[in-house]
């Protein structure tokens, strides 16, 4: 008698990160500032999680720039507590006096609206995805 297994394929999906205790897969440095954190999800379901937003993008040029399917997502600057948002959509903006665990020094936002006041005090542009550092 033969019998079959279901396997569920891959699903995927966010992976809450559990601060103080999940690593970098990058710099391997523990996950503490909710404010910078990140995370890809490959299309195979594969978690990466991230302490900066300047660790995801050395990490996303050599890793994952051939996975089309990836997805990315940073903190939201101003809601870190509960919310990451698609990277692809968010705003950022880049500066010393956001002093990120690994000095990217980017805080991404969920819409141009929710950066404030800040962009302006910051004298700094907007930067969509496709013009960070990479």
Not at 6 to 17: R, T
Not at 27 to 42: G, H, L, N, P, S
Not at 64 to 89: C, H, K
Request: proline share 3%; with cysteine; hydrophobic share 35%.
């Amino acid at each position: 008698m033969i019998s079959l297994i279901y396997l569920p394929g891959c699903k995927q999906s966010f992976e809450p990160i559990s601060y103080g205790h999940d690593a970098c897969v990058q710099c391997k440095m523990t996950i503490m500032d909710k404010r910078f954190a990140a995370e890809i999800v490959t299309s195979k379901g594969k978690v990466y999680k991230f302490d900066d937003i300047g660790c995801l993008l050395k990490y996303a040029t050599g890793q994952i720039s051939r996975d089309t399917g990836a997805l990315i997502l940073v903190s939201d600057y101003n809601n870190p507590e509960n919310q990451f948002i698609n990277a692809y959509r968010a705003v950022y903006l880049h500066n010393e006096i956001f002093k990120s665990p690994m000095n990217g020094n980017y805080a991404a936002f969920a819409t141009v609206e929710n950066t404030g006041q800040l962009k302006d005090s910051l004298h700094t542009e907007l930067l969509k995805w496709e013009n960070l550092h990479k």
